[in-house]
């Protein structure tokens, strides 16, 4: 069965409740902006492109809203409401770009009134999910050249179905090579703190029964090490126009790690997850989340009261240590500030 993980039904975006999984399979319905800004910000959805999508999504919830035919008032409501989603997560670049679109539709259609500005955001709203459903399809395809008869790959995070539409950016590239009929096996990093490979990634994997296994994220290095990992496969945040990714914590450490052991390390990414506006990984922000993530295990303490805690979300991978970055467009290689000015371009 395909996992949805949101969905825009009846005026409002459905989401597949990710804190609850793999025990409980519930849904959220988000009716207004704000509990759409919660469920981004406390990762009921989550993921680069789930996000950019929930972010358009909760436009249409704000500007739900609105009453009244004041252009001028329904503009700044629509602009306050853009902000305030921006405010949720900080690292995710598809959250802004997805802003960024929707105030394209604003800014393209200044003599519109403020129903037809509603409908045209609708609109475009939902060209931005059936973009992400056609666009992670094409990912899964080019990266599936890669996965060869017998490989072991490696994975972290969950850059699945649950991180975006219904598909997957690198979990993606697994269904589209088992489509092919390929045999290979996978093994999926916890991701300590909040184990979305083991919670989410193993889930999604099981479910497709594509033989999987789980390691603690401080097996990676033994595993590499013991010539059981041919080629690892990972999701990005936001990637700088030189080619350095922000993804998941823990990301980088597997990046050099692959480089020791001379394993293939690709990144799988839409073109809405390039930050073409900055130059290096050293300009994109990193979100600190809170201690108890680390403190805390289900609920139960793991660590002395008044312990200092780092939380950091993500990491910057440099791009030196990436083999390939496979997007919609095609597999990008190095020097990658030649490859990303020529993916900016493709239309
Ligand atoms: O904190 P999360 O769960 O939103 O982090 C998600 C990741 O790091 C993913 O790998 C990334 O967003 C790519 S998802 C296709």
């Given amino acids: 069965m395909a996992v949805e993980t949101i969905k825009w039904i009846n005026n409002a975006a459905r989401i597949i409740d990710q804190t609850k999984l793999p025990n409980k399979f519930e849904y959220i319905y988000c009716r207004d902006v704000k509990t759409m800004w919660h469920a981004i910000k406390r990762l009921s959805v989550r993921g680069a492109p789930a996000i950019g999508v929930a972010a358009a999504f909760g436009v249409l919830l704000g500007i739900q809203s609105f009453k009244g035919k004041n252009k001028a008032a329904f503009l700044k409501f629509f602009q306050k409401t853009c902000d305030y989603l921006a405010s949720s997560r900080p690292t995710a670049v598809n959250l802004f770009n997805a802003l960024h679109v929707m105030r394209l539709v604003i800014a393209d259609n ?39 008869n017998g490989m072991q790959c490696l994975t972290v995070c969950n850059a ?167 997007t919609e467009c095609g597999i990008i290689r190095p020097p990658y500030v030649k490859s990303i000015s020529a993916l900016k371009l493709y239309a």
């Fill in 110 to 148: 200044p003599d519109e009134d403020v129903d037809t500005l509603k409908k045209l955001l609708l609109k475009r709203a939902m060209e931005l999910f059936h973009e992400d459903k056609k666009t992670c399809r094409k990912m899964g395809e080019h990266g599936a050249g890669l996965i060869k």
């Fill in 160 to 326: 699945g179905a649950l991180a975006t539409v219904d598909f997957g950016t690198a979990l993606g590239v697994f269904y589209s090579a088992k489509k092919m009929g390929k045999k290979f096996k996978v093994y999926s990093c916890e991701t300590r703190p909040l184990l979305q490979g083991s919670r989410l990634t193993c889930w999604e994997l099981l479910r497709q029964k594509i033989d999987t296994t789980l390691i603690c994220d401080n097996m990676a290095a033994s595993l590499m090490s013991r010539a059981k990992v041919d080629i690892v496969f990972a999701g990005a945040d936001r990637i700088a126009s030189n080619g350095d990714t922000a993804n998941k914590i823990g990301t980088y450490m597997l990046a050099v790690l692959a480089k020791h052991h001379g394993i293939p390390f690709y990144i799988v990414a839409p073109r809405s997850t390039f930050d073409f506006n900055i130059k290096t990984g050293k300009q994109i922000p990193i979100e600190e989340r809170d201690s108890d993530e680390v403190k805390c295990f289900a609920g139960i303490s793991t660590a002395p009261k008044g312990i200092k805690v780092y939380n950091p979300a993500f990491d910057v991978t440099p791009a030196s240590l990436i083999t390939g970055i496979v």
